[in-house]
């Protein structure tokens, strides 16, 4: 008997059969209509990554490959209209406050966010976590500019008036909390840019720590227990240990959402054009830069081009933080659609 | 005799106790992180909310904004115009290219696909709106324009659904799918009358998601989609919308006219919009969730 009753494929003889393995079943049924659908829908699943190309490409054009030089990473932003041989590009200023920015915001987001995802997956009953996880989804609903008019109307008079100086009369001594009181002037500046930001990033943060602390083998939790561990000892010794490479890449995709952030952080952190002496002094991110002076850049050759270089450093610098976030990833998820139960766990 | 508890491990030890309280109090004081981020969502609703309501009537919703004032009526059909172009563009896109994803590519393009997509997510809107500056406003010559609007959201939006698609159709289950092709069902077939009715209530909540999250969107419109004072009239005017009327007013002064108050309930239309739709997404979602149960047994 060399034929299966059930698929009517021909099994090869023993002899044959236990030299070579026997393939897989292919995924996909042959049929002869693959070829005209898959020619027909293939061009738009290649199109996200050719939008990828074409930006580069766009922009790599509009900046006539013209300033790329060390003078670029200086820290003179001096753009003069009236004199081009005088005007200076630095961009280091700018370098420096989305450096800080991003990562005061993805550390108080990253620490806030595994505290959250460890309490929506251990320590609170179903309901109350599924209820408290569509809130903090919300907070990633909530438009940018959103954020950039309640920092700016109701929160900054609050931390001109009361937060700060607060902090500088009892936390003066501390590095970046002192200085004079002129740096507090209307509340923005660095200290409301992170902690708006943070508001922004913890979400993403959040729905990934999540995922892969879920991800945890149920045999490994529950061997953990089992050997009369707490579920706190668990958590420490299982679950983080196990999720480190998940949470590690959701701090990276946290700081990429956070390097890229423009116009509620334009909105809130005061906008000067110089290194924040303190935490409530104003200063300016690239993205900052990027969204305020591109309108006087329209008649202005050299400034758009300048600024075009920064765009494009600003992309593949996410671009690679992203890739690398990625790697670590291990079920490729997109924040808050990974949020959404698969039918694996439906069908649990 | 009773059996003796062991002095360092067992339940009576003061170790065994220290162990217990340690989880006790963290399963208390973790949650309370809560608050970190709950607080500032609802102060954030309350303020916006107690701005814009006492001036919000029908005449806001109905006349164009004016120098000092006026209401949104430009600003909302522009934004449901730039939402309407860049979902019909990114969904068609989406869908098509998640389907090829999940059905057709072997796993090496569908896994470079979903690289693009998802890289393509990551790229900051501030980038987008500068390519979209120059690609369709520039070098077209359109000048700003909805289309360019809406074409530069729609690169925004269409990571969103095409994962979703992909993933919506890469989850018909094993059985439905089999037994499509058992019966003789070409690849045409199984995708519309099998995996498309499965499939398409998560891609609507993609597409929901995706809808969330372009109107929220203000950088890549600043340079693409112009501005104006009244409704749009075709694809080549220019438009206005209610993140960028935010954007435009929100440093008003408040003693003089009316503009902050318009950027406000702006931002308010705008948050309820949002949440209409994540309550939308969850109701499909849960639907969709008990089916696929159904399915499965």
Same mark, same amino acid.
């Given at each position: 008997m060399t034929t299966s009753p059930t698929d009517g494929s021909t099994i090869p003889p023993a002899s044959e059969a236990s030299s070579e393995p026997v393939p897989p079943p292919a995924r996909r049924p042959p049929t002869g209509r693959k070829r005209a659908g898959a020619v027909l829908t293939a061009p738009l699943s290649w199109l996200p990554l050719l939008f990828l190309a074409?930006?580069?490409?766009?922009? &790599?054009?509009?900046?006539?490959?013209?300033?790329?030089?060390?003078?670029?990473?200086?820290?003179?932003?001096?753009?003069?209209?009236?004199?081009?041989?005088?005007?200076?590009?630095?961009?280091?200023?700018?370098?420096?406050?989305?450096?800080?920015?991003?990562?005061?915001?993805?550390?108080?987001?990253?620490? &806030?966010?595994?505290?959250?995802?460890?309490?929506?997956?251990?320590?609170?009953?179903?309901?109350?976590?599924?209820?408290?996880?569509?809130?903090?989804?919300? &907070?990633?609903?909530?438009?940018?500019?959103?954020?950039?008019?309640?920092?700016?109307?109701?929160?900054?008079?609050?931390?001109?008036?009361?937060?700060?100086?607060?902090?500088?009369?009892?936390?003066?001594?501390?590095?970046?909390?002192?200085?004079?009181?002129?740096?507090?002037?209307?509340?923005?500046?660095?200290?409301?840019?992170?902690?708006?930001?943070?508001?922004?990033?913890?979400?993403?943060?959040?729905?990934?720590?999540?995922?892969?602390?879920?991800?945890?083998?149920?045999?490994?939790?529950?061997?953990?227990?089992?050997?009369?561990?707490?579920?706190?000892?668990?958590?420490?010794?299982?679950?983080?240990?196990?999720?480190?490479?998940?949470?590690?890449?959701?701090?990276?995709?946290g700081l990429g959402r956070a390097l890229g952030e423009t116009v509620a952080v334009f909105m809130v952190i005061g906008n000067q054009v110089r290194f924040p002496p303190t935490l409530y002094s104003g200063t300016s991110t690239i993205a900052t830069l990027l969204v305020g002076q591109f309108d006087s850049a329209f008649i202005y050759p050299d400034l758009l081009r300048a600024l075009v270089e920064i765009a494009l450093v600003l992309f593949l610098i996410t671009l690679a933080v992203n890739v690398i976030g990625r790697r670590f990833l291990t079920d490729g998820g997109l924040g808050r659609i990974a949020l959404e139960a698969g039918p694996e766990k439906a069908a649990s | 005799m009773t059996a003796t508890v062991d002095p360092v491990w067992g339940t009576d030890s003061p170790r065994w106790r220290r162990r217990v309280a340690a989880d006790r109090y963290v399963s208390y004081l973790l949650p309370l992180l809560f608050l970190a981020v709950l607080y500032p969502l609802l102060d954030l609703i309350y303020w916006i909310g107690a701005e814009a309501l006492p001036t919000l009537s029908w005449r806001t919703l109905t006349t164009n904004p004016s120098g000092f004032g006026g209401g949104l009526l430009a600003?909302?059909?522009?934004?449901?115009?730039?939402?309407?172009?860049?979902?019909?563009?990114?969904?068609?896109?989406?869908?098509?290219?998640?389907?090829?994803?999940?059905?057709?590519?072997?796993?090496?393009?569908?896994?470079?696909?979903?690289?693009?997509?998802?890289?393509?997510?990551?790229?900051?809107?501030?980038?987008?709106?500068?390519?979209?500056?120059?690609?369709?406003?520039?070098?077209?010559?359109?000048?700003?324009?909805?289309?360019?609007?809406?074409?530069?959201?729609?690169?925004?939006?269409?990571?969103?659904?095409?994962?979703?698609?992909?993933?919506?159709?890469?989850?018909?289950?094993?059985?439905?799918?089999?037994?499509?092709?058992?019966?003789?069902?070409?690849?045409?077939?199984?995708?519309?009358?099998?995996a498309w009715p499965i499939a398409f209530p998560r891609i609507l909540t993609g597409i929901f998601i995706a809808m969330a999250i372009g109107l929220g969107e203000t950088a890549p419109l600043?340079?693409?989609?112009?501005?104006?004072?009244?409704?749009?009239?075709?694809?080549?005017?220019?438009?206005?919308?209610?993140?960028?009327?935010?954007?435009?007013?929100?440093?008003?002064?408040?003693?003089?006219?009316?503009?902050?108050?318009?950027?406000?309930?702006?931002?308010?239309?705008?948050?309820v919009i949002v949440i209409a739709l994540n309550v939308i997404v969850q109701l499909i979602a849960e639907r969709y969730r008990r089916r696929l149960r159904g399915l499965f047994r």
């Open positions: 074409a930006i580069v490409a766009v922009l &790599l054009y509009a900046s006539d490959f013209h300033n790329f030089g060390l003078s670029f990473w200086g820290p003179n932003w001096f753009p003069d209209p009236l004199d081009p041989a005088s005007a200076s590009y630095g961009v280091l200023v700018f370098a420096v406050g989305t450096v800080l920015t991003s990562a005061l915001a993805v550390f108080l987001a990253g620490v &806030l966010s595994i505290g959250l995802a460890i309490s929506l997956v251990m320590f609170l009953p179903g309901p109350l976590a599924r209820v408290l996880a569509l809130f903090v989804d919300l &907070l990633a609903g909530i438009p940018s500019v959103v954020y950039g008019i309640w920092g700016y109307v109701v929160l900054a008079p609050y931390f001109a008036n009361d937060l700060e100086p607060a902090l500088q009369s009892h936390l003066g001594f501390l590095p970046g909390l002192g200085g004079s009181s002129v740096e507090i002037a209307g509340g923005t500046g660095l200290l409301l840019a992170v902690l708006v930001l943070t508001l922004m990033v913890v979400p993403l943060t959040t729905a990934l720590v999540r995922d892969s602390l879920r991800s945890v083998p149920r045999a490994l939790e529950e061997s953990g227990l089992a050997l009369g561990a707490t579920r706190w000892e668990v958590v420490r010794r299982v679950h983080l240990r196990y999720a480190r490479r998940g949470i590690f890449s959701a701090v990276l995709l | 600003p909302i059909t522009g934004t449901l115009y730039l939402i309407a172009i860049s979902t019909a563009l990114a969904g068609t896109v989406g869908i098509v290219a998640g389907m090829y994803t999940a059905e057709f590519a072997s796993p090496r393009v569908a896994s470079l696909g979903r690289l693009g997509g998802n890289l393509l997510a990551g790229v900051p809107a501030i980038v987008i709106g500068y390519f979209g500056y120059f690609a369709l406003v520039l070098y077209t010559h359109w000048g700003m324009t909805l289309v360019a609007g809406g074409i530069t959201l729609s690169i925004f939006m269409i990571p969103y659904i095409y994962r979703t698609a992909d993933l919506a159709f890469g989850s018909v289950p094993a059985d439905q799918r089999e037994a499509a092709f058992g019966m003789g069902a070409s690849r045409g077939q199984y995708l519309r009358r099998v600043l340079f693409t989609a112009g501005w104006n004072f009244v409704p749009a009239t075709g694809l080549s005017s220019q438009t206005s919308y209610l993140t960028g009327l935010i954007w435009l007013y929100y440093s008003a002064p408040t003693d003089f006219g009316t503009e902050l108050a318009l950027a406000f309930q702006a931002a308010f239309l705008l948050i």
